[in-house]
């Protein structure tokens, strides 16, 4: 038992303050009964969670992400835009996340405690993606041109 608690104890108060997250062992003696010992678990921090692949703006920089949390005794939640839930994990853990849209993780421990973040998920397409938009661009503007090329030699008579 810590100062605090065999002072409130000498004092025969009836409450006790525990404000720092921790462990605590109450030990309670009375006339005539046997000794009880209890331990209590004072936890009234968030959940941590880190995450892969998002920049300051919480915005994607690639074309997935990746949630991890490293207590195994949080559960995460992932909200799309629409409401719709999916449980990631209840065991904590990495989880990777892909789908464009606006996202809400959330993250809650065995105490009750809980973490949100939001998200954008946005989609990144690459150099060959840029290729191939160029490269489709430029067929139908050749297949424009030849249309109007032969709409020209066929004219009616």
Do not use: W
Request: net charge negative.
């Amino acid at each position: 038992v810590d100062k605090q608690c065999r002072t409130a104890m000498e004092k025969g108060l009836s409450s006790l303050s525990m404000p720092v997250d921790g462990r605590y062992t109450l030990v309670l003696t009375a006339k005539d009964m046997p000794q009880l010992t209890t331990t209590i678990t004072v936890d009234t921090t968030a959940p941590e969670i880190s995450f892969e692949g998002l920049d300051d703006k919480m915005q994607s920089t690639g074309n997935r992400i990746t949630v991890t949390c490293e207590d195994a005794e949080v559960s995460m939640m992932l909200y799309n835009a629409s409401g719709d839930e999916k449980l990631l994990s209840e065991k904590g853990g990495s989880v990777s996340i892909d789908g464009v849209g606006d996202y809400a993780l959330v993250a809650v421990d065995k105490a009750g405690n809980k973490s949100e973040y939001n998200f954008k998920l946005v989609r990144h397409i690459g150099a060959s993606g840029v290729g191939a938009i160029i490269m489709f661009v430029m067929l139908l503007a050749a297949l424009v041109a030849f249309v109007i090329y032969n709409k020209r030699k066929l004219s009616v008579r």
